[in-house]
């Protein structure tokens, strides 16, 4: 395999060959015909940029129609009605799949810091583990394609949720510098019959990692004395109640290092209620701008809040909520954010159910006070932190160390990389 480098790599470069898929029915090729008819129509509809970011969307909905016509299997055909929605270049403008009947569980993870993707973990007992792959390995290739800050989050999406394959062919590269390749293969799962046949409105991110990336869902407290509290936060789908719980204790300490790595985003109230706890005022998140009108975003003081020093840890992983909580602390100077520079996926959708497919549409962005949007741009840390090879394989954590130090608190990396150990979900 050559490692394809290109910057605008698509979904539709992806897209199988006939050899592994089944031959199409005149009913599948009916269905798919109607659902790309109902996914246009509400892009058309609903999608927050009635200009599409300047493409012809009804002839490239002509030119997608022809190619579902011509396809010669169910799965290319959808995967033609991916690649569509992909053509608008937004993060949160995709097709959801069928649920597969098979879960394929690769054994490994991996991450971007800064400019280069690693495996940051592997399954012990994997195909992965088996192949000698380590955390701290660079990942130069992932099927051919070489997963860079504008290529990894569809390599994810296509092998994760749109095609996910019995093995993979990775080129690594490990630590000492030397390069090999190795053909991974996944632990393939049956799904129970009665589970995935309904999408149930959730976001393709939430599939993929479930699937692949899975992550501890449940906020996680360390306490340091009266001197400092971690928050490992995982997610934005707390309620207030919980939320008020957390604040309360990051009351009875001088600093606060509020983890939103690996914090993929999810609901914008309690986006809005954990910033009126770190705010002793009313402040603007920024604006949510639709085709039809801007209407202004506001997290509202309330309770007690929390009035110490602030830090804030994002990396590539963060995204959504995430990056717009560390990006008010910065424009408000409420805090310092490390890390790495963020995701910069952070759109306003809505999900489409179309009987047992779906789509996740783009209804807003959000543009900051600073009359900035943070999509495709990302959150550059006030003070760029990364771990490097030799820290990821060591299990070290310099950048919740250093958050530490600023706290006024001592903390190793090795210690600090102890604190919230991760735990594999049951295959």
Partial sequence: FPTRRSSDLVIASFLPTSAWCQKLTGLERSRAESILHDVAADVKKHYYDPKFHGLDWDNKVRETKQKVDDADSGNKALSEIAALLDSLNDSHTLFVPPPPRLRHDYGWQAQLIGE????????????????????????????????TRKTFAKIAYFFGALRPQPSLRVVLRDPAGQERTANID???????????????????????????????SDARVVEMGDELMILKFPHFFFNESKIDSLIGKARKHKALILDLRGNGGGSVETLKYLLGGVFDKEIKIGDRVSRDERKAMIARKHGHCFEGKLLVLVDSRSASASELSARVVQIEKRGVVLGDLSSGMVMVAQFHDY???????????????DGKSLEQVGVTPDEVVLPTTADLLEGRDPV?????????VQLSPEAAGKLFPYEWPPQ
């Fill in 116 to 147: 280069r993707c690693y495996v940051v973990r592997v399954r012990p007992g994997s195909d992965a583990e088996a192949k000698g792959m380590k955390s701290g390995d660079e990942i130069l290739g992932i099927n051919g394609y070489a997963p």
């Fill in 355 to 369: 009987d047992g497919v779906g789509a996740e549409i783009t209804e807003a962005d959000i543009i900051m006070t």
């Fill in 400 to 408: 919740l160390a250093r958050a530490a130090e600023l706290a006024g």
């Fill in 186 to 216: 996944a632990q393939i799962i049956e799904r129970h019959p009665d589970l995935g046949h309904s999408l149930g409105g959730r976001d393709i991110r939430d599939k993929i990692r479930e699937m692949d990336w899975a992550r501890e």
